[in-house]
């Protein structure tokens, strides 16, 4: 928003506009990292999947490969055309990796916008934990994998 607007509106306004950008800076630096995250698998990718099949009846991708071949290799594109396909299949099982290969880069990117980054282990219970959200104690998860537990977003609410 503009100087004018937060003039109009002060001290409420000014304060709503600086959590937006800050909400912002956020999820501007979370698509990053899942972006580089996903670039770094598409060229070291170490499974080695056949094929690779979409169920529809439970919405499940099924990755048919070689267990225990290890050796890392360029994603098999050829394998699917969905690009959602191709992104799920690249970030299965790189929950733990991820922490380590973008935590100094996220620490970096959030500098002076985030007090207190923390690693979190998330328990998807039926039903959904409700949510309070506290403006000034705003607190967010970034999920570069996305889509361990259903969720397809990359930052959610805590």
């Known amino acids: ?16 506009c600086y959590n937006m950008q800050r909400r912002k ?20 990718y170490d499974i ?4 690779i099949e979409h169920d529809e009846d439970s919405g499940t991708l099924v990755l048919m490969h070689t267990p225990n071949r290890i050796e890392r290799h360029l994603f098999p594109s050829h394998l699917t055309r969905i690009e959602n396909h191709k992104e799920a299949a690249l970030l299965v099982n790189q929950c ?8 100094p880069m996220t620490r970096g990117l959030l500098v002076g916008i985030v007090s207190r980054m923390d690693v979190a282990i998330v328990e998807i219970r039926n039903p959904p934990l409700p949510i309070r959200f506290h403006p000034p104690g705003e607190r967010w998860l970034i999920d570069i994998t ?3 537990y259903g969720f397809r977003d990359i930052l959610l609410p805590l």
């Open 96 to 103: 733990t990796m991820s922490i380590s290969l973008l935590g």
């Open 1 to 16: 928003c503009s100087p004018e607007c937060q003039a109009a509106h002060e001290p409420t306004h000014q304060e709503y």
């Open 146 to 148: 996305g889509c361990q």
């Open 25 to 44: 800076t956020l999820l501007r630096t979370a698509k990053l990292l899942k972006a580089a995250l996903l670039a770094y698998k598409e060229v070291v």
């Open 48 to 51: 080695h999947v056949t094929k």
